[in-house]
């Protein structure tokens, strides 16, 4: 079965997006189109990039480049949950990205990102573009949350039935594209 992992992009301690990755993994497990699991960057603790050769020769140097390296190898597609920081994505993201290539490479990504001034849709703006730098196919569905309307006293999320039904077409995009990229990972 395809495996979809739900990629928590921020490690910043008091963070409201395990609340969001939480939402989305039980929202998920209602389908049964597709297994789904959170993934949170801050466990695999991956220091600023220290490989000494490119990741595009996937011979890692380091024991925590070869653990995030399997753990993302064994996924078939993503969802990103990601805040919207000084108008971009997270460095401890892009740093996660950049840290390993082939095994994000012919697999789908859907986006969610959240932020107060414009619901971290630049974030998710940016974060598509990286996106295609290491062969993710990008759905077009996404969502944006707001801090000041979606969460409250911004601290709880509180999602409502127009975010539950984008979800739902995210997760679709997300699982039909993996499915149909299959072949050119296998190959």
Do not use: C
């Not at 209602?30 to 789904?36: E, I």
């Not at 950049?98 to 697999?107: L, R, S, T």
Request: aromatic fraction near 10%; charge should be negative.
């Amino acid at each position: 079965m395809t495996t979809i992992g739900i990629i928590l992009g921020s490690t910043r301690p008091g963070r409201v997006g395990p609340q969001i990755a939480e939402w989305i993994e039980k929202t998920a497990r209602g389908r049964d189109d597709a297994d789904f699991e959170v993934v949170d960057i801050a466990d695999y603790a991956l220091p600023l990039f220290d490989e000494p050769r490119s990741p595009r020769m996937g011979d890692y140097a380091h024991d925590h480049t070869r653990a995030w390296a399997a753990k993302i190898g064994q996924l078939d597609g993503f969802v990103f949950v990601t805040p919207e920081y000084n108008r971009s994505i997270p460095a401890a993201l892009k740093n996660a990205i950049d840290f390993i290539y082939n095994e994000w490479n012919n697999k789908a990504a859907g986006f969610v990102g959240y932020g107060s001034n414009v619901s971290g849709a630049r974030a998710v703006d940016h974060l598509r573009h990286i996106a295609g730098a290491v062969q993710l196919a990008a759905v077009h569905t996404q969502l944006h949350l707001s801090l000041q309307t979606d969460f409250e006293q911004f601290r709880t999320f509180a999602p409502t039935e127009r975010h539950e039904a984008a979800l739902q077409q995210l997760l679709t995009e997300v699982v039909t594209w993996t499915d149909s990229l299959a072949p050119l990972r296998q190959a």
